[in-house]
C-alpha cells in the first residue's frame, strides 16, 4: 500500500482518578488541560466542589501532532511525523453517561473508552490548478491562520452543535487540486460503531454546508465535505495536475458493480474503464467523472481505502490535451490539411496580399524611382552626374524617318481608349525595344516585362523570382512552395489522395498577375469605366485634354490678362468650383492609363514552361484589355505571336507596327551622328555592306570609335555573319539529334536567288523541285533568323534575308569555290535523282500502255486503229520522257564540272 506520509500518531495513556468530594474529570490534551464535571447520584447542582464529586484525569505521553498546524506538512515535515485517515486511540477518557454508569457499577478507575480521531475532505475551497503556468496559484495562497479561521468559523459546523465531543486538530491545505483536509478529533460511544460515527460528522457537515449555503466567487459552485477514507498521497509533482479521469490500481478483483457504489457519491461517473488484466502487473480501472472537481475528490478521500477488504490506489490519469488534438489533426489530414492550408491562405491574405499590392502599386506608378521627381533628378544631376560621364545615347532617335511615322502610330493609339492588343513586330535587333520605351518614357504609371529573361531560366524556382522581381511582387516566400511540395507528398504517400497544398507552376504564376491586376486597378483612371463604351470613355478623356490646355493657357497668361476678367468671372468661377470638382472626378487623362509592356513575347516557343508562360500572359492581357484597365503593347519579332493573342481576344483587330531596317539614306544620317564624315570618308560604303539593321550599325560605330578603320569594323562583322550563316544553315550534327528543318541544298537555293538581289519570289521558290509545294521549311528558316518572309494581304509574298548583312554573306559563301563546288554537286545529285524518278515513273507507264496493244499495233479491244487519247497520252510521255532525259544530261555535266572543281580545290591545297 502506498503512503506518501504519516501524521504524527499520538497514544497517550491516560489514568482514571476518581475524588470523593465529587465527580470531575480532567482531561489533559497537549499542553492544554481540560475538565469535565460529573456529578455523583443525589448530588446538588450547586454542590460542583463538594466531596461527592468524580475527577477523571488523562495525561497524554506526549503531544498530539495536529493540535496546532503552523507549516505545510506535505512540504516540510518529514514522512514520518504525518499519519492520515480514522483511527483509534487508547486513552483514559469518559463521557458523562458511561461515567455515571461506572460509578454506579462501581468500577470507576478500571473503564478504558476511547479517543479516535478522523479526517473531512472539503472541495471547491479553492480554484483547480491547471499547471505550472496557471497564477492562480501563487495568488490566491492563504495563511495557516486563515485557513483555521475559515475551517472552524465557515466549513465545520461550531463544536457544541456536533456531536461526541468533535474537536478540529488542524488543516492541511491542497491548493492543486481545490480543497483541504480538516483533522478532528472525537468520543466514540460505545453505543455507535466507528463507520456510525463518522457518518454523523460527515452528515452534520453536509447540513451545514447545504443550510448556509458556501459558494464560491470563482465558480459560483457549493463547497462540498467529504469523509477521508482511505490514505492521501500528498504530492507536488509538476508532471500531475487535476483532470476529469482517475486512475485506480488494485490487487484483486473488483467489478464495475462493486467500484460504482464507492465512487458515485463523489460526482457523476461518464464511464468506468476496464482494460484487459495483465500477468504480475495490478489490476488497473479509469473512472472518468464528468467534471474535474469529482475526480480530486476522489482522489483524496479514497486512495488507500478498502473496497471489499481490497486496497485501492487513486491517481490521476495523465492527459495532454495537445496530444489530443495533434493526434486528431494527424488521423483526419483530409480535413486538417486543408482546414490548415485554409488558414494559412487567410493569414497571407490578409497580412501579406496588401503588401504585394502596396509593393506593385509603388513599381506601377514609380514611387520609389528618383527620376520621376524634378527635384531628385537635380540633385543627381548636379551631384553624382558632375562626377561621372552619361551613358552613351542608342542609335534609336526621333530622326529616324521611318520610325517617326510608327512613333506616331502608337503615341495615337496609347492615347486612345484601350480597347485592343498593340504589337510591336520586326527582326531581331530592329530596335523594337528601343523604340517602345522611347514611346512610353514619359508615360506615368507603366510596368514592363522582359520575358526573354523568363524563359532563359533553368527551372520554376528561378522563374518566379525573375517574375516577381519584374512587377514587384514582394514578399515571394518561395520556399514555402517547396516545403507545401514535400507535405502534399508526404500526405500523397501516406493517405493516398492529394492534399492539395502544393501549387502548380500556373497557379503561382497566375497568383503573381491577379496581384497585379489588383495593383493596376487602383492606379488606372478607367477602373471603374468598364461598363462604359470606348466612345464614352474617349469623350472623358477628350474632356480632360481641353481642361488641361484650358489650366496651361491660363498659367501662362500674364497678371494683367488675369485682372481683366474682372470680378463677374471670378465669382462665376468660384459658384461652380463644386460642379467643376464633381466633373473633375470622372475625368480621364491618357496620360495616367497604366501601359504594359510584354518584350520578348514568344521569343521562345519550346522550352520548359514556355508555352503556358505565352498562355496566361495572353489571357491576363486579355482581361485587362476588355475592362479598359492598361493598355498593353506586345513586341515580339515571331511572326506566329498573333495566334495565342487572337486565341485570348477573339474577334479583335489587333494595332500592329512593323519595324523594317533602316534605308541607306537613314542608316548614313543615323551614323554621322556618332562619325563625322570628313575623318571617315569610306563610311558610305562600309554601310552598304551593313545594312539599316540597328544592332549591327551601332556594334560598327562602337569597333570605328574604338580606333578599328570602318574597313576593319566592316571586315569583322561581315565575317562573324559568314560564321553564323554556315553554322546555322549547313553546320547541323545529325549525330547529336540535332535535324535541321530545311535541307542544306534548300537554303543554298534560297543563298543563290538573296545573294544579288533584294528579295525572292516566295511562290516561285515555294514550287521550286527542291521544295515541292512545302512551306515548312520556310518557316523554320525564318524562326531561326535567317531569311525573313515580308506579308502582303495577309499571305507570304517576298523573302528576304533575315539581316542585311546577310546578303553580303551570302556572296561570301557564293564566292567559295569548294564549297559552292560541294553544294552545287548535292543540288544537281538530288535533281538528277528526281528526274531519274520521273523517267521511271514515264517509262512504267508507257509499259502498261504498250500492254493494250496486240504485236501488229492494233487495239486490243478491237480491230483497227489505236484510240486518239492513247496516242496522246504516248506521244505526251515521250515528250516528257525526253525532257527528263535532257535535264538529266545536263546535270551530269554540271556534276563533272562541279567535281573537277572540288578536285581542282584539293590539288590547290
Given at each position: 500500500m502506498l503512503r506518501a506520509a504519516h501524521f504524527a500518531r499520538t497514544t497517550a495513556q491516560r489514568q482514571l482518578s476518581l475524588s470523593s468530594s465529587g465527580h470531575r474529570t480532567v482531561v489533559a490534551r497537549g499542553s492544554q488541560l481540560r475538565t469535565l464535571n460529573f456529578l455523583a447520584p443525589n448530588t446538588p447542582v450547586a454542590a460542583k466542589s463538594s466531596s461527592n464529586s468524580i475527577s477523571v484525569t488523562a495525561l497524554p505521553a506526549k503531544p498530539v501532532g495536529f493540535a496546532k498546524t503552523t507549516k505545510a506538512p506535505h512540504i516540510k515535515q518529514p514522512a514520518k511525523s504525518r499519519s492520515y485517515g480514522t483511527e483509534t486511540q487508547n486513552v483514559t477518557i469518559a463521557t458523562e453517561e458511561e461515567v455515571r454508569k461506572a460509578v454506579l457499577r462501581g468500577d470507576i478507575g478500571t473503564k478504558r473508552l476511547p479517543l479516535q480521531y478522523g479526517m473531512l475532505y472539503f472541495d471547491?475551497?479553492?480554484?483547480?490548478?491547471?499547471?505550472?503556468?496557471?497564477?492562480?496559484?501563487?495568488?490566491?495562497?492563504?495563511?495557516?491562520?486563515?485557513?483555521?479561521?475559515?475551517?472552524?468559523?465557515?466549513?465545520?459546523?461550531?463544536?457544541?452543535?456536533?456531536?461526541?465531543?468533535?474537536?478540529?486538530?488542524?488543516?492541511?491545505?491542497?491548493?492543486?487540486?481545490?480543497?483541504?483536509?480538516?483533522?478532528?478529533?472525537?468520543?466514540?460511544?460505545?453505543?455507535?460503531?466507528?463507520?456510525?460515527?463518522?457518518?454523523?460528522?460527515?452528515?452534520?457537515?453536509?447540513?451545514?454546508l447545504i443550510g448556509h449555503g458556501h459558494y464560491m466567487w470563482f465558480n459560483f459552485q457549493k463547497v462540498r465535505a467529504f469523509l477521508v477514507k482511505g490514505e492521501p498521497f500528498l504530492e507536488d509533482m509538476n508532471s500531475r495536475y487535476p483532470n476529469n479521469k482517475i486512475r485506480v490500481e488494485f490487487l484483486g478483483n473488483l467489478g464495475v458493480e462493486t467500484l460504482y457504489p464507492a465512487f458515485r457519491k463523489y460526482g457523476r461517473i461518464?464511464?468506468?474503464?476496464?482494460?484487459?488484466?495483465?500477468?504480475?502487473?495490478?489490476?488497473?480501472?479509469?473512472?472518468?467523472?464528468?467534471?474535474?472537481?469529482?475526480?480530486?475528490?476522489?482522489?483524496?478521500?479514497?486512495?488507500?481505502?478498502?473496497?471489499?477488504?481490497?486496497?485501492?490506489?487513486?491517481?490521476?490519469?495523465?492527459?495532454?490535451?495537445?496530444?489530443?488534438?495533434?493526434?486528431?489533426?494527424?488521423?483526419?489530414?483530409?480535413?486538417?490539411?486543408?482546414?490548415?492550408?485554409?488558414?494559412?491562405?487567410?493569414?497571407?491574405?490578409?497580412i501579406f496580399d496588401p503588401i504585394r499590392v502596396f509593393s506593385m502599386h509603388a513599381k506601377i506608378t514609380q514611387l520609389f524611382n528618383v527620376n520621376e521627381y524634378s527635384v531628385l533628378r537635380w540633385i543627381r544631376k548636379e551631384t553624382i552626374g558632375r562626377l561621372t560621364r552619361t551613358s552613351q545615347e542608342s542609335l534609336q532617335a526621333p530622326g529616324w524617318r521611318e520610325r517617326e511615322e510608327e512613333e506616331a502610330k502608337l503615341r495615337a493609339w496609347l492615347r486612345d481608349p484601350p480597347e485592343t492588343f498593340i504589337i510591336v513586330s520586326g527582326p531581331r535587333g530592329a530596335g523594337k525595344s528601343e523604340m517602345v520605351d522611347f514611346v512610353v518614357k514619359e508615360k506615368h504609371h507603366k510596368v514592363i516585362l522582359h520575358c526573354e529573361e523568363l524563359v532563359n531560366s533553368r527551372s520554376e524556382n528561378e522563374l518566379l523570382p525573375k517574375l516577381a522581381r519584374q512587377v514587384g511582387y514582394i514578399p515571394l516566400f518561395q520556399f514555402m512552395s517547396n516545403i507545401n511540395n514535400m507535405i502534399d507528398m508526404a500526405i500523397t504517400a501516406t493517405t493516398g489522395q492529394k492534399a492539395g497544398l502544393s501549387a502548380t507552376f500556373e497557379g503561382q504564376i497566375k497568383k503573381i498577375l491577379d496581384t497585379l491586376t489588383v495593383a493596376i486597378i487602383q492606379s488606372s483612371p478607367t477602373s471603374d469605366m468598364s461598363s462604359l463604351s470606348p466612345e464614352a470613355i474617349m469623350k472623358k478623356i477628350e474632356a480632360t485634354q481641353e481642361e488641361k490646355e484650358r489650366r496651361a493657357v491660363a498659367r501662362a497668361?500674364?497678371?494683367?490678362?488675369?485682372?481683366?476678367?474682372?470680378?463677374?468671372?471670378?465669382?462665376?468661377?468660384?459658384?461652380?468650383?463644386?460642379?467643376?470638382?464633381?466633373?473633375?472626378?470622372?475625368?480621364?487623362?491618357?496620360?495616367?492609363?497604366?501601359?504594359?509592356?510584354?518584350?520578348?513575347?514568344?521569343?521562345?516557343?519550346?522550352?520548359?514552361?514556355?508555352?503556358?508562360?505565352?498562355?496566361?500572359?495572353?489571357?491576363?492581357?486579355?482581361?485587362l484589355v476588355e475592362n479598359h484597365l492598361a493598355h498593353v503593347v506586345f513586341v515580339t519579332n515571331n511572326v506566329t505571336a498573333s495566334k495565342p493573342l487572337a486565341k485570348a481576344l477573339p474577334n479583335r483587330t489587333f494595332e500592329s507596327v512593323v519595324l523594317a531596317d533602316a534605308t541607306l539614306e537613314s542608316a548614313m544620317e543615323l551614323v554621322h551622328k556618332h562619325l563625322d564624315q570628313s575623318e571617315f570618308p569610306t563610311l558610305r560604303k562600309a554601310v552598304e555592306t551593313i545594312g539599316g539593321r540597328l544592332t549591327d550599325l551601332e556594334l560598327f560605330v562602337q569597333k570605328v570609335k574604338s580606333g578599328m578603320a570602318p574597313e576593319e569594323a566592316t571586315h569583322d562583322i561581315l565575317g562573324r555573319a559568314v560564321i553564323e550563316v554556315r553554322k546555322t544553315a549547313f553546320d547541323y550534327d545529325n549525330t547529336d539529334g540535332k535535324t535541321a528543318h530545311w535541307t542544306a541544298i534548300q537554303f543554298w537555293a534560297i543563298m543563290q536567288q538573296l545573294a544579288y538581289a533584294e528579295s525572292a519570289n516566295y511562290d516561285e521558290l515555294r514550287i521550286h523541285p527542291l521544295f515541292k509545294n512545302d512551306e515548312s521549311p520556310f518557316a523554320y528558316m525564318e524562326e531561326a533568323e535567317l531569311i525573313s518572309i515580308v506579308h502582303k494581304n495577309g499571305r507570304p509574298f517576298l523573302v528576304k534575308p533575315g539581316k542585311p548583312i546577310y546578303r553580303a554573306a551570302f556572296r561570301e559563301l557564293l564566292l567559295d569555290s569548294g564549297f559552292a563546288a560541294v553544294m552545287s554537286l548535292d543540288t544537281m545529285t538530288f535533281l538528277e535523282k528526281v528526274e531519274q524518278a520521273n523517267v521511271n515513273k514515264y517509262e512504267t507507264e508507257l509499259k502498261e500502255l504498250s500492254s493494250l496493244l496486240h504485236q501488229d499495233g492494233s487495239w486490243i479491244f478491237g480491230s483497227g486503229r489505236v484510240p486518239k487519247e492513247i496516242d496522246t497520252r504516248v506521244k505526251w510521255l515521250m515528250k516528257k520522257l525526253a525532257a527528263s532525259h535532257e535535264k538529266i544530261a545536263g546535270y551530269e555535266q554540271e556534276i563533272s564540272k562541279a567535281k573537277l572543281v572540288v578536285a581542282s580545290v584539293g590539288q590547290s591545297l
Open positions: 471547491n475551497a479553492y480554484p483547480l490548478r491547471m499547471g505550472w503556468w496557471d497564477i492562480r496559484y501563487s495568488l490566491l495562497k492563504p495563511g495557516w491562520r486563515s485557513l483555521e479561521r475559515k475551517a472552524k468559523n465557515e466549513l465545520v459546523p461550531p463544536e457544541d452543535k456536533m456531536p461526541f465531543h468533535f474537536k478540529i486538530g488542524g488543516i492541511e491545505p491542497r491548493l492543486k487540486d481545490g480543497g483541504m483536509f480538516v483533522h478532528f478529533s472525537y468520543v466514540r460511544p460505545s453505543s455507535y460503531t466507528t463507520k456510525e460515527a463518522l457518518k454523523e460528522i460527515e452528515s452534520r457537515c453536509e447540513q451545514h461518464h464511464d468506468i474503464i476496464t482494460p484487459p488484466a495483465v500477468k504480475d502487473m495490478p489490476r488497473q480501472v479509469f473512472v472518468q467523472y464528468t467534471s474535474s472537481r469529482a475526480a480530486t475528490s476522489a482522489k483524496n478521500c479514497l486512495h488507500g481505502a478498502e473496497i471489499e477488504g481490497i486496497k485501492v490506489n487513486v491517481q490521476y490519469e495523465k492527459v495532454l490535451k495537445g496530444n489530443i488534438v495533434w493526434t486528431w489533426l494527424s488521423n483526419h489530414p483530409r480535413i486538417s490539411v486543408p482546414l490548415g492550408g485554409a488558414m494559412v491562405a487567410g493569414l497571407s491574405y490578409l497668361a500674364s497678371p494683367e490678362s488675369l485682372d481683366t476678367l474682372g470680378k463677374q468671372s471670378l465669382l462665376r468661377k468660384r459658384k461652380n468650383k463644386a460642379k467643376q470638382h464633381v466633373e473633375k472626378s470622372s475625368w480621364c487623362d491618357p496620360d495616367d492609363i497604366p501601359v504594359i509592356v510584354i518584350d520578348g513575347y514568344m521569343c521562345k516557343e519550346k522550352g520548359g514552361h514556355a508555352k503556358e508562360l505565352w498562355n496566361l500572359l495572353a489571357e491576363w492581357a486579355a482581361v
